[in-house]
């Protein structure tokens, strides 16, 4: 029960220290997620409560299913524009069946999630290199960025890719609504500014460091309240600037997401990308806060929680959420101890959704995207292609290309992209397994490189070190590369394969593996095997290979030089060990 349920671990041991650490950073949290749900809700297309709405019961679930002490769940804009993308190929924003498909698509990915933590599939996820959701988050970041450019400028402007999107905004340059244009722009440079600088300046005016932080964080809710009473005081709505309007007052309904199963087979696969993107992201900010802590995070039960929570999102008529960077990382540096902070958070935004809604009708949607793009800012990284291209072409390459497309096609254009790209270089790179022939470091009973080191190797003898897992992409490869070295090399006739670093012989590679023992045998070279691992070794008596062989397998590859080449071998050791004795006389 306490695998599936971690409320019962870390409830034993509450506290009230805990409980006031825990409050603390709710009520933090609750500041920043306000306007971030509001205007996360509009990045995908929907009306502004239903950001809310995705805010409160997804961080009561995760409180009781999630294994991270400080993950904060709800929407996020990666996810968000996700959403957009999938649903807007469905239905019209603003109409019920756009509204559903949301709904839906939550759920779905939710199922989706909870079934793979369920049967302890997170292993998925690996399949999107970090390179590429590097890329995609990167690319992510640009168009959400370049979509909120038309509500700063107070032009209408849409398009699911970054030249569709500049092409509209460049053809409507002429409809700029100047009030719009400054009210906007406004709250951009005080969101920066408040980001870089608010701090500092508080501290600097004997304001208690504790309190700086918080009012730092509630910037974005000075800038909501600031805009909005502007708005409504000095009548901007008539002056053309766009507004949120009325917000309904009170707490979702609990209904049952649309069962309709010809809309879950078109949402089906933009609910998988949603799904995998979104534990990626989920599992890399909780890991690596629970790093800072020493603390676990157990990912197939991080599987079980996101997926019921994206599940209670769509049950309070809510969109895909996930772990959120920004929100997660302010949870942990206020304080918070316990998945309760989640839940006192979300009873902040149940409050908010109850009291403070009508306050929001003459809320600017500039001051929204203003926020939105504050948040994408820090997923933007394009340095990091230079410093992938710098240490992998191979990784640079997926990494940008994952980025162009994302860009030139759409989100799930590209994230599908990359992963194929992904899997193309990773069998590619396997094609090829480094291979080298090896021979005796003096004095020790060490092998290594003998293009790297100053070895020593018998002349009727060759090793060839294998480090790669053998299967079918490069069992041909290994066969090509032992004929060159049998043809080149006329003397030898004992061949060593040196298998420290393989893991694996899958059917294919045993096929090649009895194709190189008989061309061998053919060429009266002698096959031998050394540093054979035990679960290799055992898949390999359950084969009719080790019948055939014509050497032996050795533990080590100091015992096979020693049967083969045993003059030598003791020569090379003794000799060295013996220079170093009298030099140390």
């Not at 209904?255 to 990308?273: C, E, F, G, K, T």
């Not at 996101?306 to 942990?332: E, K, W, Y």
């Not at 992904?422 to 004095?443: D, E, W």
Request: aromatic content about 8%; some cysteine; glycine content about 8%.
């Amino acid at each position: 029960m306490r695998h599936y349920f971690p409320i019962l671990d870390w409830s034993k041991a509450y506290s009230r220290e805990t409980l006031t650490s825990d409050l603390v950073a709710a009520l933090i949290v609750t500041i920043m997620l306000i306007p971030q749900s509001l205007a996360y809700a509009l990045l995908a297309g929907l009306p502004p409560e239903v950001g809310l709405y995705a805010s409160i019961l997804p961080l009561v679930v995760y409180a009781v299913f999630g294994t991270s002490r400080t993950l904060a769940v709800g929407p996020v804009a990666v996810a968000s524009l996700m959403t957009a993308a999938a649903v807007g190929k469905l239905a019209a924003q603003g109409t019920p069946e756009y509204y559903g498909a949301a709904i839906a698509l939550a759920f779905l990915s939710g199922l989706m999630l909870l079934a793979m933590g369920l049967l302890r599939l997170g292993f998925v996820a690996n399949f999107l290199s970090h390179p590429v959701i590097s890329g995609f988050v990167t690319a992510s970041g640009i168009i959400i960025a370049a979509g909120q450019i038309p509500h700063l400028l107070g032009i209408r402007a849409k398009g699911e890719t970054l030249p569709d999107l500049l092409h509209e905004i460049w053809i409507n340059l002429n409809d700029i609504n100047i009030f719009t244009l400054v009210l906007g722009a406004s709250t951009v440079c005080f969101l920066f500014w408040s980001r870089t600088n608010l701090k500092d300046f508080l501290l600097s005016r004997k304001v208690r460091p504790g309190l700086a932080t918080v009012l730092t964080r509630a910037a974005p809710v000075a800038a909501v309240v600031i805009t909005t009473l502007a708005t409504a005081i000095f009548g901007l709505k008539a002056r053309g600037v766009a507004i949120v309007g009325t917000v309904p007052q009170g707490l979702p309904t609990p209904s049952l997401p649309p069962l309709d199963l010809q809309l879950w087979s078109q949402i089906a696969v933009p609910a998988l990308l949603i799904a995998i993107v979104g534990y990626v992201e989920t599992i890399s900010v909780a890991q690596t806060l629970a790093a800072k802590r020493r603390q676990r995070i157990d990912p197939d039960q991080e599987l079980v929680a996101l997926g019921a929570c994206n599940i209670g999102s769509a049950f309070a008529g809510g969109f895909p959420v996930t772990g959120g960077f920004s929100r997660s990382v302010v949870n942990f540096d206020a304080g918070a101890q316990t998945p309760a902070a989640g839940a006192y958070t979300a009873v902040g935004m149940a409050l908010a959704t109850v009291f403070l809604t009508p306050l929001l009708f003459f809320l600017p949607k500039a001051t929204l995207a203003a926020t939105i793009i504050l948040a994408v800012l820090t997923l933007v990284d394009l340095g990091a292609i230079r410093r992938t291209f710098a240490y992998s072409r191979a990784d640079g390459a997926a990494m940008a290309a994952t980025i162009l497309v994302t860009l030139a096609m759409g989100v799930e254009t590209g994230i599908l992209a990359g992963v194929a790209l992904s899997l193309f270089l990773h069998l590619y790179r396997t094609s090829r397994p480094h291979v080298a022939v090896v021979g005796q470091v003096p004095g020790t009973e060490h092998f290594r490189n003998v293009e790297r080191h100053n070895v020593i190797t018998a002349p009727d003898v060759l090793t060839v070190r294998v480090d790669e897992s053998l299967y079918f992409p490069n069992a041909r490869f290994l066969e090509d590369y032992i004929q060159d070295q049998i043809a080149e090399n006329k003397a030898v006739r004992h061949l060593v394969l040196m298998f420290p670093a393989v893991n694996d012989v899958d059917s294919s590679a045993l096929e090649s593996l009895e194709a190189i023992l008989h061309m061998l045998e053919a060429s009266g070279v002698t096959l031998h095997l050394s540093e054979v691992k035990g679960p290799v070794m055992d898949r390999l008596r359950r084969s009719h290979f080790l019948d055939a062989l014509t050497g032996q397998v050795f533990l080590t590859q100091y015992d096979a030089m020693l049967h083969l080449a045993p003059a030598l071998t003791a020569k090379t050791l003794a000799a060295s060990r013996r220079e170093t004795s009298r030099n140390g006389a």
